[in-house]
């Protein structure tokens, strides 16, 4: 089909209906809201990716190469803040969330809009203190903040705490917003057995999110307070215990990997529904492995401190637990490929994006299970296995979901059509680009390199140059996506309102949606990506 047959876009739509900066500024509209936090996270993305091309390039030689060992320090640090605060923990329920949840419930907005335009400006005053801790000084800790060197290092770890804390709000203002909306705000027709595969996705995420987030945001506070009073909590000089940090800070940081991977999850669901030409198999299965990985997610934390001293009964029943989320997982996968057997599969760009993230999940799943594993951890524990397996299970994941959703909804949120042979060498060069960017890391940490480590033996460069070699594919892949999809934004041909042909119920909405989404109330009579039925959505 071509995404631009029959295509005609509403007269007024919610870009053109107030076009002022002060309106996007003020706006409570989710559709701007979720618009705002797509170009935050895609520059925090981008400010991230800067970082870690530093980091490639320090280690194309086994010694000094453009930057010093304390640089260095600072450089994985801020990476990793940056990644993981900034970037994949908001880039899909943020973004993506706040633009089509309301939409495939049928509501006009979310239940607290006004809360929804704070959650934006949350974010942004904890990325400012985040971003003048990186211009003040930087910080040399790690993104896990660990004790007792935080509360020592001469680095500016304190506005970067600070910085965390904050966007922390921001996390579980969007998690009550939502779970209110779901409960609140669905169409008539839209019982719980209707909800999309999606929503789902965000509730379970958005229940981790109000659970767990406060615990992140006491830790940071107690470290925050030891380096300024020296409260000694954590700090054995003073009689602390800084392995309380660790469960302290791991009790939200595993959960928060599925706030991180369940959206993402959630995506796949919904693309590969939609170009599959099928309803999900396993409707029920998949919502509740959802909550499932939820459920374990909170019970595993200890699977990170194999070697911090626990019990052996103790790192035991973490190293079962874990496992249980590959089960939960597996159930996702299974159905996924089995909605494809047997399905009409058109293969476009979003498509692509999801067979690399179920490459990317397996594979790194697998490496989870391993890990797991107390007797294996303990050999690849602090190595670059551990990059490896982080990096594949998390970032991958979190990176092919996120581009898999902005090019399956880009004609949804702007109206325009992106050119497809452009895309699909975008989409191969990141794919491949992040296999060959991380998977020599997996050989080093075998070999038993450190992570974080400035300097290693000549014998291992040939792999660092290879990293290296993956991650510039990287870049140049991101650098395409982007000329491109600015590109779409000014010459690309208007979008038809629904050009995959998709069932999704976000698709009853016109594309771009009217600035209510709806201009006649919706009504949700079949099932969610029903394609038993000959039509595509009717827009309302």
């Known amino acids: ?19 002022t900066v002060k309106s996007w500024l003020l706006t409570r509209d989710h559709k701007r809201i979720g618009v705002m936090f797509l170009v935050l996270v895609i520059l925090a993305l981008l400010l991230g990716g800067v970082f870690a091309m530093v980091l490639r390039i320090e280690l ?94 001469p680095t500016a770890v304190t506005p970067i705490l600070l910085g965390v804390f904050v966007i922390g709000f921001s996390t579980i203002i969007t998690g009550l917003n939502f779970i209110t909306t779901v409960h609140t705000l669905r169409a008539p027709g839209m019982h719980w057995s209707r909800i999309p595969l999606f929503v789902w996705a965000l509730y379970g995420t958005s229940v981790i999110q109000v659970v767990a987030t406060p615990v992140l945001g006491m830790v940071l506070a107690l470290v925050a307070l030891e380096r300024v009073l020296g409260v000694g909590i954590f700090d054995p000089s003073r009689g602390g215990d800084p392995v309380l940090f660790q469960h302290m800070f791991w009790f939200y940081s ?39 990985i939820a459920f374990v997610g909170f019970f595993s934390w200890g699977h990170h401190m194999f070697v911090s001293g626990q019990s052996t009964f103790g790192s035991g029943i973490f190293g079962v637990l874990s496992m249980l989320v590959a089960i939960f997982t597996a159930i996702k996968i299974f159905n996924w490929v089995a909605t494809m ?72 949120m702007f109206g325009r059509v992106y050119p497809e042979r452009w895309s699909f060498l975008g989409a191969i060069t990141i794919i491949f680009g992040f296999i060959v960017t991380f998977l020599p890391q997996f050989l080093l940490g075998n070999l038993g390199m450190p992570r974080r480590y400035y300097q290693y033996p000549q014998e291992m460069q040939w792999l660092h140059v290879l990293s290296t070699a993956g991650a510039s594919l990287l870049a140049f892949g991101f650098g395409l996506i982007a000329v491109y999809l600015l590109w779409s934004l000014r010459y690309g041909p208007v979008s038809a309102p629904n050009p995959w042909g998709s069932r999704g119920y976000e698709w009853f909405s016109g594309s771009p949606p009217a600035p209510h989404n709806f201009t006649e109330a919706p009504r949700f009579e079949r099932e969610v990506h029903d394609y038993t039925v000959p039509e595509a959505p009717r827009v309302y």
């Not at 739509?13 to 076009?19: A, C, D, I, K, V």
């Not at 369940?262 to 509740?288: D, Q």
């Open 60 to 153: 194309l030689t086994p010694g000094p190469t453009i930057i010093s060992p304390m640089t260095y320090n600072r450089m994985f640090t801020l990476h990793g803040v940056t990644m993981v605060w900034l970037f994949m923990i908001p880039a899909i329920p943020s973004a993506f969330g706040n633009f089509v949840l309301p939409i495939m419930l049928g509501a006009k907005d979310v239940a607290f809009p006004r809360l929804n335009l704070a959650s934006v400006y949350i974010y942004v005053v904890g990325s400012a203190l985040t971003l003048f801790g990186m211009l003040w000084s930087g910080a040399d800790t790690g993104w896990t903040f660990y004790t007792p060197y935080s509360t020592t290092s």
């Open 254 to 292: 595993h959960p928060a990997v599925y706030i991180m991977v369940l959206p993402a999850m959630g995506v796949i669901t919904e693309v590969v529904c939609a170009f599959s030409r099928k309803n999900i198999f396993g409707y029920r299965m998949i919502a509740a492995s959802t909550f499932g």
């Open 1 to 19: 089909m071509n995404p631009s047959a029959g295509s005609s876009q509403p007269a007024i739509t919610y870009l053109n209906h107030e076009t």
């Open 341 to 412: 057997y047997g399905g009409s599969i058109d293969l476009r760009v979003p498509l692509l994006y999801v067979l690399g993230f179920i490459f990317l999940l397996m594979f790194g799943g697998m490496t989870g299970v391993a890990v797991a594993t107390t007797s294996l951890d303990v050999h690849w524990h602090d190595t670059y296995f551990i990059v490896a397996h982080f990096h594949y299970i998390m970032v991958g994941a979190v990176l092919m979901a996120f581009l898999a959703a902005l090019h399956y909804w880009w004609p949804k």
